[in-house]
């Protein structure tokens, strides 16, 4: 029943940017924490950004904060991820994720409950 399905992902060049989405279906979002992750190839998977169900608090990783901007739109029952001035480092597999609580600040993968597909998103010249 609970599916998520994230699309934008592609090839892109550095300084460039790009719009992730992610897709629910079988629930609405509103009342959810949603996180958004990534995984480089022999790198651990990592938080990148959170949005907060209760009062709608967003969270960054130091290494994207000033280029990621995360939303959501519940009217389309979709939040976004979006990427600018992109850098080979954020090359990477991005997923989202969402847990039952209101809260995402200080939760890590392990608490998130249902996780989508992922995307790839490749920084290359």
């Known amino acids: 029943q609970v599916q998520l399905v994230e699309s934008g992902g592609g090839l892109v060049q550095p300084g460039g940017s790009l719009r992730l989405s992610c897709a629910a279906s079988?629930?609405?979002?509103?009342?959810?924490?949603i996180g958004w992750f990534r995984q480089a190839p022999g790198k651990e998977r990592e938080g990148v950004s959170c949005?907060?169900?209760?009062?709608?608090?967003?969270y960054y990783a130091d290494s994207v904060k000033g280029r990621f901007t995360i939303s959501r739109d519940n009217a389309k029952n979709t939040v976004y991820l979006q990427m600018n001035s992109l850098k080979p480092e954020d090359t990477a597999v991005y997923s989202c994720?969402?847990?039952?609580?209101?809260?995402?600040?200080?939760?890590?993968?392990?608490?998130?409950?249902?996780w989508g597909q992922g995307t790839q998103v490749t920084v290359s010249s």
């Open positions: 079988g629930f609405t979002l509103d009342y959810y924490a």
């Open positions: 994720a969402i847990r039952t609580g209101n809260y995402c600040s200080g939760y890590g993968p392990a608490q998130y409950d249902y």
């Open positions: 949005i907060s169900s209760s009062d709608g608090s967003t």
